[in-house]
């Protein structure tokens, strides 16, 4: 089951440039979108969503961009820090069903 | 800040052993979920709880795993015998009616 796709296990990064983290889906259904953050031995920690009605949605240092047509998101992180590292798991929600799906998550690595 | 909790938050038992994992969803929230994740795997959906039912469940919650609210506060995954593909980390995540899942901090259970 290969709904949700982060492609790219691993990134790495200077502090202070800016991180893509890359995400694509397959199903349709889906019409809310989360990044999560994941710490070793800790749950993943809830970071930003958009609506599939949205293109953009901004909170801080991080944005969220959605392209339906291309059924494709991105996670900008800018300017990146140290403690940004970690795994970044997007996740995918079909409201009629309300069971988050994964991706295999992407380990971001920000190098002093 | 409100958070999810669970406990413990490591479990080892034999094979064929029955297990309860506990979790403390946020108080005013009204869906609470159990997820899963095998080591090195992505994150999966066991299933989802509302309204003191099982509203989803993925092909993983079989006959072996069971639910349970036992009252207002505490919400229980039980594995009536364990195998040791069950091993794993379990997640507990609750959430109000808005689409952001919260999570806990996970339990990690090791079957032997």
């Known amino acids: 089951d290969q709904q949700v796709k982060q492609n790219s296990p691993s990134l790495s990064v200077q502090e202070g440039r800016i991180s893509i983290l890359n995400c694509d889906y397959t199903?349709?259904?889906?019409?809310?979108f989360l990044w999560y953050k994941k710490y070793p031995a800790e749950g993943p920690t809830f970071l930003i969503s958009?609506?599939?009605?949205?293109d953009k949605n901004e909170d801080g240092r991080f944005t969220v961009f959605l392209n339906k047509s291309a059924k494709h998101l991105s996670l900008h992180i800018v300017p990146s820090q140290p403690g940004d590292s970690a795994v970044y798991f997007c996740a995918a929600l079909d409201t009629g069903r309300r069971a988050l799906t994964f991706g295999s998550g992407t380990r971001l690595q920000v190098q002093p | 800040e409100p958070e999810v909790t669970q406990t413990p938050s490591h479990q080892v038992t034999q094979m064929g052993q029955e297990v309860i994992l506990h979790c403390v969803p946020i108080s005013n929230h009204l869906y609470f979920y159990w997820y899963r994740q095998i080591l090195g795997q992505k994150v999966e959906f066991l299933v989802s709880?509302?309204?003191?039912?099982?509203?989803?469940k993925s092909e993983i919650f079989d006959d072996q795993f069971s639910v349970e609210r036992p009252d207002g506060s505490n919400f229980t995954l039980k594995i009536r015998s364990t195998k040791l593909e069950d091993s794993a980390m379990y997640f507990c995540a609750s959430f109000k009616g808005r689409n952001e899942q919260f999570f806990g901090p996970g339990t990690r259970l090791t079957v032997l």
């Open positions: 958009i609506s599939s009605i949205k």
């Open positions: 199903n349709s259904m889906f019409d809310y």
């Open positions: 709880f509302y309204n003191n039912e099982i509203s989803e």
